[in-house]
């Protein structure tokens, strides 16, 4: 026959089972309930990013995406920034099997160059300057393609050597009527080195 404690422990488990079964509603509850909060935040957002009058976010501005795409560091660094151009502009450039057969060389931007090349930024675009000097960078000693390249000639009219290491000076004509040359010395280890803007 069955006992007080047998029917206690009865009343114990089906007292277990239904809460079990209480737990398991209210956890799907909660779970609905997320779900739905979720998508009312989603809903409002999009209707905010439809409507900004709505107290959403704003399109975002093209100039501040840029200066996000540009680290600070960068930006404070003028010198940095532009050799960055330089090498954007070699990829720019040509496809992968154009810049392996033209690499771009070593290459240093000298004291005086990138204040050149915002005092005639005037006359020609600092982006159009960085992409004659990727072309120089992965070209051949003193040539660049199809660019006016000549040697810079001293006083006597020998070519142009630097006098603390012996570096070549070369040039080459930017611009439409060729009256500014970008100038640079060429290494004898092959590096260029970004001279100033003359004419």
Request: with cysteine; proline share 5%.
């Amino acid at each position: 026959t069955e006992t007080a404690a047998d029917r206690d422990r009865q009343l114990l488990l089906g007292a277990l089972e239904a809460a079990r079964e209480e737990i398991h509603g209210l956890r799907r509850k909660l779970a609905e309930a997320r779900l739905d909060s979720a998508d009312a935040d989603a809903g409002g957002a999009r209707r905010r990013d439809r409507d900004p009058a709505a107290g959403g976010p704003r399109p975002a501005d093209p100039e501040q995406l840029a200066r996000l795409a540009i680290p600070v560091a960068v930006v404070r660094d003028a010198t940095r920034a532009h050799h960055l151009e330089i090498v954007a502009a070699w990829l720019a450039r040509d496809h992968d099997a154009g810049r392996l057969q033209r690499p771009l060389g070593a290459l240093a931007l000298g004291p005086d160059y990138v204040e050149a090349v915002h005092a005639h930024e005037d006359r020609v675009p600092a982006a159009a300057v960085a992409a004659i000097a990727a072309r120089i960078a992965s070209g051949k000693l003193g040539e660049a393609d199809d660019l006016d390249v000549r040697p810079e000639l001293g006083r006597e009219g020998a070519p142009e050597r630097r006098a603390d290491d012996g570096a070549t000076g070369w040039s080459c004509a930017l611009g439409e009527d060729g009256d500014l040359r970008l100038r640079w010395w060429t290494r004898d280890d092959g590096a260029i080195e970004l001279r100033d803007l003359a004419g």
